[in-house]
């Protein structure tokens, strides 16, 4: 069998099983998700969709359905379309279209918490034990109730799934947040926190050209879980380079485990960047943008990931339109401490 991820407008995805060659719309229906439909013979569009990730044919598409250029950058149709490895699809409409069921909440427990800088700490939970499956894509987020309250906070999978459901959360730690005072103060192992998750639309598509990640601070954490993925796969036959942006040098961190990416994953280099570095930094220093050649990414196709802080990802949106790059692929995914 193979796992389908479908992803949808409004940053909810829902997963299936699909057989080997089976119709993407049949497996959905045969799930109890409706993706809408009209004509089934591949000609109204109604049904239409993308695949992001994964290996696919088609059987008969009209061309008044889908053009050759859309086909050309991976238009499907779900009616049409026989699933051949484990994929991910989008659509332009919401889920509620699908399916109304609320994203799927289930327990973990705390396993451990790791400071990993001045000011993050990675929370490692247990949800070995739940009872409903997790299932998410790198790059994605899951929201997380902070133990004894009702307060809830998001966070990115700061890994790739995995079969053990051992999870980590890269973590900001605020002056004054209710995870952060928790995870500073109050934890013990064993606390039970409850789950909601996959959600956002942020995750790894199909590669077929360069890939630039561009990390703010905690924005590394999404980045993490798709490098793993791509290092489990024995690469992706393209250069991966990754830009790693923080305030000062005691917020680097996961730096042991990016230099082991950097090991597994070929053809793949990452660059922490500081921004007010102190006279013992020796990498580079002030904003990402300083460090990028414009001249070269004009002229590569390329696509670009990018995910920090609603300031970082604004500048950094407002210098490639200002250098032209407009013409390259973005997937972004903008975060807010949204009180720690």
């Known amino acids: 069998m193979h796992q389908v991820a479908l992803n949808f407008l409004d940053g909810r995805t829902l997963f299936l099983e699909a057989q080997p060659g089976e119709r993407l719309l ?3 229906l045969r799930q109890g998700v409706k993706i809408p439909m009209d004509c089934r013979e591949g000609v109204c569009a109604t049904c239409r969709g993308r695949c992001d990730r994964g290996d696919y044919s088609q059987d008969y598409v009209d061309s008044e359905a889908l053009s050759a250029a859309e086909l050309a950058e991976r238009a499907v149709l779900s009616c049409q379309t026989r699933v051949l490895s484990d994929a991910a699809f989008s659509f332009d409409f919401d889920s509620s279209l699908c399916l109304s069921a609320p994203p799927a909440r289930l327990a973990a427990v705390v ?52 079969v053990d459901k051992q999870l980590r959360f890269l973590v900001r730690l605020l002056p004054d947040g209710a995870m952060s005072n928790y995870l500073r103060n109050g934890w013990r192992a064993g606390d039970r926190i409850e789950l909601e998750a996959p959600l956002g639309s942020f995750y790894l598509r199909h590669i077929d050209k360069p890939v630039l990640m561009l990390a703010g601070g905690t924005g590394l954490s999404a980045f993490l879980g798709m490098l793993e993925q791509l290092a489990e796969q024995g690469g992706c036959g393209q250069p991966v380079t990754l830009y790693y942006g923080v305030n000062r040098e005691g917020d680097l961190c996961e730096l042991s485990r990016l230099r082991e990416l950097a090991e ?12 007010a570095a102190g006279d013992g930094w020796s990498g580079k220093r002030g904003l990402i943008p300083k460090h990028l050649d414009a001249d070269a990414l004009r002229a590569l196709a390329a696509d670009i990931y990018l995910c920090g802080p609603p300031p970082m990802v604004d500048a950094m949106r407002d210098w490639l339109r200002r250098h032209g790059c407009e013409h390259l692929k973005l997937y972004l995914e903008k975060f807010a401490d949204s009180g720690g």
Not at 111 to 118: F, M
Not at 138 to 158: C, I, K, T
Not at 268 to 274: D, E, I, M, T
């Open 26 to 28: 049949d497996a959905a």
């Open 111 to 162: 396993s451990r918490v790791e400071p990993v800088s001045d000011s993050c700490a990675v929370l490692c939970l247990d949800a070995s034990a739940a009872e409903s499956a997790l299932s998410f894509l790198p790059g994605q987020y899951a929201r997380l109730r902070v133990p004894g309250g009702e307060q809830w906070r998001a966070y990115s999978f700061a890994h790739a799934p995995s």
């Open 264 to 275: 597994r994953l070929p053809g793949f280099a990452w660059h922490p960047v500081v921004m």
